[in-house]
């Protein structure tokens, strides 16, 4: 029996065993997120645009002068070719890596369609909206690398486990990327055998070999899932050397075949939730390398089920299917939106009839959680599947922004403060989170806490030794009833109050 038969029936030796422990927590299929939209798209039919470059094109490389946001950390996402029409309604000023997905890798090595990505200079096939995506991510200084997919575990033991083929698929997608001017390489091979581990290691550190020496200053990243990860199937202390960044998938936690309604990227580790989530990956990751190569992959997609009732963590009764932001946004303009606290998640149901039906999605107020996760763990920074999503929306750029730079030519050197500051907190009215932020000239010991209108202390934020400079931090306010609050803030002999209003 072979290793992967091995691993499917302990994938459901797993599942029965926390099923009957009580926990009901689920570990997703082995058909991974990106491969379950790959799929969905192809099914559908194109959805993107077929319209070619014109006679005579030409791609510029990056310009690194055109630089004009100042971002604090990695912001890395992926481009799939179905959104490929929405270029323009990306902000390029927020991202700094773009991995168009996708070039899909043959069992033999050889690089088969790469989606209207142009191969090589001139290539009539290449499709006019990627060339227009890479023309304008270079003019702001942004990286744009391909990104080689291959979903199914004998093609890609044979891709990395046989010379012949390796070299192959090195030579091919090197060829390839530098015929569209890219700045790298991003491998998402899903589904990998354990008994692959030490030929998958052999074959990243070969191909980031040959990218770094015939393309310098090029980035080589990969995308490990959860489960993967978990398993062992990447080697992060031999590849940590060799590959410039790795993207963490956080999310597929609710899946299409989920037994329960529940969110696609979990945060918290808690008993009610299980184990299985954002927090539980990322620690698991920086027990095997440091965190300056650590990128968290967040959902900018969520699911709907059928279930057997409205209440959390209902049972579902049906596939769940995949819906974007701006669709949440409607949704939650006819039923209502709902906070999960313990799961740190916004939610939606409904009736249609008798059948309930629930949403689980990611809005601004999640994602600064998430975002703080990856200032809590100090990671390289965030990433997103997939640019696209939100279409023309940008409610989550704006959090982007908040947690991870400015926009329009500020200065990327960190400024220090002249004087102890704290700023009014946003949004306000909030409901129920929002975020404070505050400076010091001197590193010093901190301390921020919240108070209630008749002066009692309702949370405390803040407890620590920091560093001079900018520092911001996230209050939730659930659980407490609508009213006014002050933060204060006591540092380098100061002690500083904003009003804030809760209103639910």
């Known amino acids: 029996m072979s290793c992967r038969h091995f691993r499917f029936f302990g994938v459901l030796l797993l599942c029965f065993l926390m099923q009957e422990a009580g926990h009901g927590e689920q570990i997703p299929s082995d058909s991974s997120v990106h491969h379950s939209f790959l799929q969905l798209y192809r099914k559908a039919g194109p959805t993107e645009s077929s319209a070619l470059a ?31 029409s929405r270029w323009a309604q990306l902000d390029y000023r927020l991202v700094s890596t773009i991995a168009y997905f996708s070039g899909e890798v043959n069992a033999d090595g050889s690089v088969g369609d790469t989606h209207g990505w142009p191969k090589y200079t001139g290539d009539p096939a290449a499709a006019a909206d990627v060339v227009n995506m890479i023309n304008t991510a270079h003019a702001q200084g942004v990286k744009v690398v391909l990104c080689f997919t291959n979903f199914t575990s004998t093609e890609i033991d044979a891709i990395i486990g046989t010379p012949q083929f390796r070299t192959t698929f090195i030579q091919q997608a090197l060829a390839i990327v530098q015929g569209g001017k890219g700045d790298g390489v991003n491998i998402d091979f899903e589904g990998i055998n354990s008994s692959s581990k030490n030929a998958l290691t052999q074959f990243m550190q070969a191909l980031a070999d040959s990218f770094h020496t015939r393309l310098p200053g090029s980035q080589v990243s990969c995308a490990p899932t959860d489960y993967d990860t978990r398993a062992g199937d990447w080697d992060l202390p031999a590849l940590y050397n060799a590959v410039d960044l790795f993207f963490f998938q956080g999310y597929g936690y609710g899946w299409s075949g989920s037994s329960t309604a529940r969110p696609v990227g979990l945060l918290p580790n808690t008993s009610f939730w299980g184990s299985l989530n954002i927090t539980t990956l990322i620690d698991f990751v920086l027990t095997k390398i440091p965190a300056d190569k650590a990128v968290l992959g967040v959902p900018h997609y969520g699911r709907r089920w059928p279930t057997v009732s409205g209440e959390v963590k209902a049972a579902t009764q049906g596939t769940g299917t995949a819906f974007y932001y701006p669709d949440a946004l409607g949704y939650i303009a006819t039923y209502g939106r709902l906070w999960e606290q313990s799961a740190l998640n916004p939610w939606f149901r409904y009736q249609d009839g008798t059948q309930w039906y629930q949403g689980w999605y990611d809005d601004p107020q999640s994602m600064g959680h998430k975002y703080q996760l990856v200032l809590d763990r100090k990671l390289k920074g965030v990433g997103m599947w997939a640019l696209g999503m939100d279409a023309g929306n940008h409610d ?70 920091q560093q001079a400079g900018n520092h911001r931090v996230m209050f939730d306010a659930a659980g407490l009833p609508t009213g006014t609050y002050f933060a204060v803030l006591r540092a380098d002999g100061h002690r500083l109050t904003q009003k804030m209003a809760f209103v639910k």
Do not use: C
């Not at 002249?418 to 000239?441: H, K, S």
């Open 54 to 84: 014109p006679a005579g094109y030409a791609i510029q490389p990056i310009d690194h002068a055109g630089r004009n946001t100042a971002l604090t950390h990695e912001v890395f996402g992926y481009f799939p070719y179905w959104f490929r």
């Open 396 to 465: 989550i750029w704006d959090v982007v922004a908040q947690f991870f730079g400015g926009i329009s030519g500020v200065d990327a050197t960190p400024v220090i403060p002249e004087r102890v500051t704290l700023r009014q907190n946003f949004p306000n009215p909030f409901n129920p989170a929002t975020t404070i932020e505050y400076a010091m000239p001197h590193a010093g010991f901190v301390s921020l806490k919240v108070f209630d209108l008749i002066g009692q202390e309702v949370a405390w934020l803040v407890h620590e030794e």
